[in-house]
Structure formats: structure tokens, C-alpha cells
Nanobody
Framework: QVQLVESGGGSVQAGGSLRLSCAATVYTYMTYCMGWFRQAPGKEREGVAAINSGGSTRYSGSVKGRFTISQDNAKNTLYLQMNSLKPEDTAMYYC????????????????????WGQGTQVTVSS
């Protein structure tokens, strides 16, 4: 069983930065994929960024160049550094894991991940 606990959300003005963290137990697996997803009110959950056990990353077009996903295996923690935040980035952000995932490129589809955290709210004001 994989457990995920997000932290680091909050309120920030447009142009500001936040760093989300996700404490995860998936790092005991040899191969895995980790991802950040977000869901704004009235919208579907969407993939934002993903990383695999080899360190390959993938980003959605809306955040590429502004967000950076990274992981610290020693601390069993996944991060999402968010810079140049926009009001449209406002959403609940979720950490997700796929234990045993050995994809060359980490996926961004919801159905690729089978473990989810509870979410952390990010609010960006204009």
C-alpha cells in the first residue's frame, strides 16, 4: 500500500511562487511513476507534471517552463516548484503514484495512477 501526503499549498499573488511537497512511501518500489494533478472547481482533474524512477519528467503545455517536478529519494518526497503563478493555476493539487510503473516517459493520464493523496489547495489572486 502506498501512502501520499501533500503539503505546501496556500495563497499567493499572480507572479509569485509556491513549492508543493508530497511525502510518499512509493520509493520502496524499484520502479514507479509519480505525478501532480490539479482540479479547479467545475473542471475535470488534469495532469500537470510527472516523473519516473529514472528521473525522466513530463509536463502539460500549460505549465511547461513555469513548474518543475523533482524528487528526493533519500527523503521519500516529491516536489512541485511552481513559479510565475497565474490565477488560472488556482486549483486543488493532488499527488499521485503508480507503483511498479516502468514507462520510459512518465504518464499524465489519471487512469495510469492508482494511489492518490488528499490534495492541497493553491489559490492565485490577480
Amino acid at each position: 500500500q502506498v501512502q501520499l501526503v501533500e503539503s505546501g499549498g496556500g495563497s499567493v499573488q499572480a507572479g509569485g511562487s509556491l513549492r508543493l511537497s508530497c511525502a510518499a512511501t512509493v520509493y520502496t518500489y524499484m520502479t514507479y511513476c509519480m505525478g501532480w494533478f490539479r482540479q479547479a472547481p467545475g473542471k475535470e482533474r488534469e495532469g500537470v507534471a510527472a516523473i519516473n524512477s529514472g528521473g525522466s519528467t513530463r509536463y502539460s503545455g500549460s505549465v511547461k517552463g513555469r513548474f518543475t517536478i523533482s524528487q528526493d529519494n533519500a527523503k521519500n518526497t516529491l516536489y512541485l516548484q511552481m513559479n510565475s503563478l497565474k490565477p488560472e493555476d488556482t486549483a486543488m493539487y493532488y499527488c499521485a503514484a503508480s507503483a511498479g510503473c516502468n514507462r520510459y516517459l512518465p504518464p499524465l493520464g489519471l487512469n495510469e495512477f492508482n494511489y492518490w493523496g488528499q490534495g492541497t489547495q493553491v489559490t492565485v489572486s490577480s
